[in-house]
């Protein structure tokens, strides 16, 4: 077994979850604070309006995590073991597949917009407003589809902070439009989703700039390898599945929620998952840190290594719960506050008490599929996204709505992350010892790799800060440890 010692994974693991945490926090802009500012600047309609939404929203995530982490844990690998060629073909393929995925929805939508806004299951009173909502929605998914699966491939590409920056401006100029189109354009709720289309733009332009800056060679068209689609789907499907069911549960219990309890009980149901929004600011940078070190360690037979990163991973999630959790059984009515709820705000208390509990399962629930995924299980890690994130929360939340109304759905969603939780621990501590997988790799290169992580989908330019980086990196390893480190 290969292992690195002398607190290099330590530095490692600390210098790209903080960047990837800052990726989170960028997105919650968008999510958390964006939202809070439409609804101050319209009503709480607004709420309910982009929850009615979500199902269109969350396909751009979900073709992210399908093919730009699915593509992003291959390349990660296959750079780790040092197969550039290869790995340049995983980069090209995975961009081809976003864009014909993000027009294969854009188009038909925008065709066919009145029967999509019914399908969506909005309520007659929102109907026309949700209707200038959805226009701009439907043309941000190409952008944000194609932007985002390449600043997926970016951490291990060796620009591990430039991802962050990217969704950090984008979601500020997003901010500060708002007010702008909202406010000044009386655009109404279109304007929240024109001034999302108008952030993106500027940092494409910005990501565009701060590449070629750094000498960055874009990948040839010539390196598409349709034999690799197969393999892109597989290792994404598990976190994409993790997408899709949102976007699933979104439509289904948008519809259910509606039924139940009308507008008023729909903005509960928005206000309870703004929380998951803001629980995922820290789960999505630790989850990306998992993919991309356990990726490389398991390849390298580190195990060693991939504990601490999977034990610090859990202790950082477990912490972030306990906090939320009671910030919320606390302080629920500030949240609330925050939304402007009026109608039905003591609804949206009591919805939130129950649903908030989530937020001590969510996480692990997302690192163990990973974990599963990297690990070369990525059936076991479909099997917790369906339980967890779809099929089972809906089979729960039909069954305890039928019996006790409103509260059963909130409380389907926290029980089915406990459940699913116990499940993976149950089969990580017994059986699934024995069925790791891992890929075999050059370990001098594997080590000289991963304390810089830097690498193009192409061999970057000789004169470029990552080469060098690479250079220098790779001769201090072999004079301070050796060829094969230490341990």
């Keep these: 077994m290969f292992a690195r010692t002398d607190?290099?994974?330590?530095?490692?693991?600390?210098?790209y979850l903080f960047p990837e945490i800052l990726v989170g926090l960028g997105g919650a802009i968008q999510q958390f604070v964006d939202t809070i500012i439409v609804a101050k600047l319209i009503d709480s309609n607004a709420v309910a309006i982009e929850n009615y939404a979500g199902p269109m929203v969350q396909y751009t995530p979900f073709t992210v995590k399908l093919i730009g982490?699915?593509?992003?844990?291959?390349?990660a690998t296959l750079m780790g073991k040092m197969e550039?060629?290869?790995?340049?073909?995983i980069y090209s393929t995975a961009m081809i597949l976003a864009t014909i995925m993000s027009f294969i929805v854009t188009i038909p939508g925008l065709f066919f917009i009145g029967e999509l806004d019914m399908a969506l299951g909005c309520s007659q009173e929102l109907m026309g407003d949700f209707q200038s909502y959805?226009?701009?929605?439907?043309?941000?998914?190409?952008?944000?589809?194609?932007?985002?699966?390449?600043?997926?491939?970016?951490p291990a590409m060796g620009y591990p902070g430039l991802t962050f920056r990217i969704v950090?401006?984008?979601?500020?100029?997003?901010?500060?439009?708002?007010?702008?189109?909202?406010?000044?354009?009386?655009m109404g709720i279109a304007g929240a989703q024109w001034a999302t289309i108008s952030g993106y733009v500027v940092a494409l332009i910005a990501m565009i700039f701060a590449l070629k800056k750094d000498h960055f060679v874009f990948s040839s068209i010539k390196y598409f390898n349709v034999a690799a689609i197969k393999d892109i789907f597989i290792r994404g499907l598990p976190s994409g599945l993790s997408q899709l069911g949102l976007l699933t549960y979104y439509w289904y219990f948008n519809r259910l929620v509606t039924q139940m309890g009308g507008t008023e009980a729909m903005k509960a149901f928005s206000i309870c998952l703004q929380l998951l929004a803001v629980c995922a600011i820290l789960i999505n940078g630790v989850s990306e840190n998992v993919r991309n070190f356990v990726s490389m360690l398991n390849s390298a037979e580190d195990k060693q290594s991939v504990r601490y990163v999977m034990k610090n991973s859990s202790i950082i999630l477990v912490l972030w719960g306990v906090v939320l959790l009671a910030m919320i059984q606390l302080f629920p009515g500030i949240f609330v506050d925050l939304?402007?709820?009026?109608?039905?705000?003591?609804?949206?208390?009591?919805?939130?008490?129950?649903?908030?509990?989530?937020v001590l399962f969510k996480g692990m629930a997302i690192i163990a599929r990973d974990y599963l995924n990297t690990t070369g299980r990525p059936y076991h890690a479909m099997a917790v996204t369906l339980t967890e994130g779809s099929v089972g929360v809906i089979i729960l939340g039909t069954i305890l709505g039928g019996q006790i109304g409103l509260d059963g759905v909130w409380m389907a969603f926290p029980l089915t992350s406990c459940i699913c939780c116990i499940l993976v621990a149950i089969y990580l501590f017994s059986w699934?010892?024995?069925?790791?997988?891992?890929?075999?790799?050059?370990?001098?290169?594997?080590?000289m790799t991963l304390p810089v992580n830097s690498a193009k989908p192409v061999l970057?330019?000789?004169?470029?800060?990552?080469?060098?980086?690479?250079?220098?990196?790779?001769?201090?390893?072999?004079?301070?440890?050796?060829?094969?480190?230490?341990?």
């Design 7 to 15: 607190k290099i994974i330590v530095r490692n693991y600390i210098k």
């Design 69 to 75: 982490c699915g593509g992003a844990v291959i390349y």
């Design 84 to 89: 550039r060629e290869k790995a340049a073909g």
């Design 134 to 154: 959805m226009i701009p929605t439907l043309i941000l998914i190409p952008i944000s589809i194609i932007m985002m699966t390449f600043a997926s491939f970016l």
């Design 168 to 186: 950090l401006t984008a979601n500020i100029v997003n901010v500060l439009l708002d007010v702008v189109y909202i406010k000044f354009f009386k």
């Design 339 to 358: 939304y402007s709820i009026q109608d039905g705000r003591v609804l949206a208390i009591h919805a939130l008490r129950i649903y908030s509990f989530i």
């Design 432 to 447: 699934g010892k024995s069925h790791v997988q891992n890929d075999s790799a050059d370990y001098e290169k594997m080590y």
């Design 460 to 487: 970057p330019s000789q004169d470029s800060k990552a080469s060098v980086i690479i250079r220098e990196t790779s001769a201090k390893c072999i004079r301070a440890y050796g060829p094969w480190g230490r341990g």
